[in-house]
């Protein structure tokens, strides 16, 4: 019953070992499941410079892939290059001019401080191509993906990501749907408690 209902998650906050490979075909051999969490793309650390506690980047997940059957999506790639709407914009004027900044130059731009923006230099064609090869990969390998995001279909900053993937082949929410996953909600990021865990699984 454990191994049937739970998933390890494997955290991007240390470097990995030099035998994890090994330890990850150990899990897997005890019947465990296992996720990769809050990875991050190349461009995005070139736009946001390489958070010092995230070790999980595309290029160091791709020698472990086979072991994962879920690959988590970190809030700062979702949030602030690919979807335009992490948490930290708002919902007012200043996520509404991150859009039309794309609109009108093409580039991403992310909050800075409490009211103002940065210009990252990235295109957002550009992340969404990167997104959508990297994405693709996944999926041929029978994978999975979920967003540390809430991602709305009535959001115009989410529409401009969810179409332009969709361009790419790529289709969040038609035929590609059972492939992702979401980890939010309107009411924001909210973790289970061990009882209700417990409750659900009697």
Not at 55 to 83: R, S
Not at 128 to 140: H, S
Not at 163 to 188: M, P, T, W
Request: charged share 20%.
């Amino acid at each position: 019953l454990l191994v049937s209902t739970v998933s390890i998650e494997v955290c991007e906050d240390q470097q990995d070992p030099p035998n994890m490979k090994t330890l990850l075909a150990e899990w897997q051999q005890l019947g465990f499941r296992l996720a990769y969490d809050d990875t991050i793309s190349e461009l995005t650390c070139q736009a946001l410079g390489k958070p010092s506690g995230n070790f999980h980047t595309t290029q160091n997940l791709q020698p472990l892939l086979k072991y994962f059957w879920l690959v988590k999506v970190d809030i700062e790639w979702a949030g602030h290059m690919l979807f335009l709407c992490h948490p930290s914009l708002g919902q007012g004027d200043r996520k509404a001019e991150v859009l039309s900044r794309v609109g009108a130059e093409g580039l991403v731009y992310v909050a800075q401080g409490p009211s103002s923006l940065r210009n990252t230099g990235v295109k957002h064609a550009d992340v969404l191509v990167e997104f959508a090869a990297w994405a693709r990969q996944i999926l041929l390998l029978g994978k999975k993906i979920c967003f540390e995001l809430t991602v709305r279909r009535d959001d115009p900053n989410c529409v401009l990501a969810i179409e332009g993937l969709r361009e790419l082949d790529i289709d969040i929410f038609g035929e590609h749907a059972a492939n992702f996953s979401f980890q939010g909600g309107v009411c924001g990021s909210k973790a289970f408690e061990p009882s209700q865990l417990a409750s659900a699984m009697r």
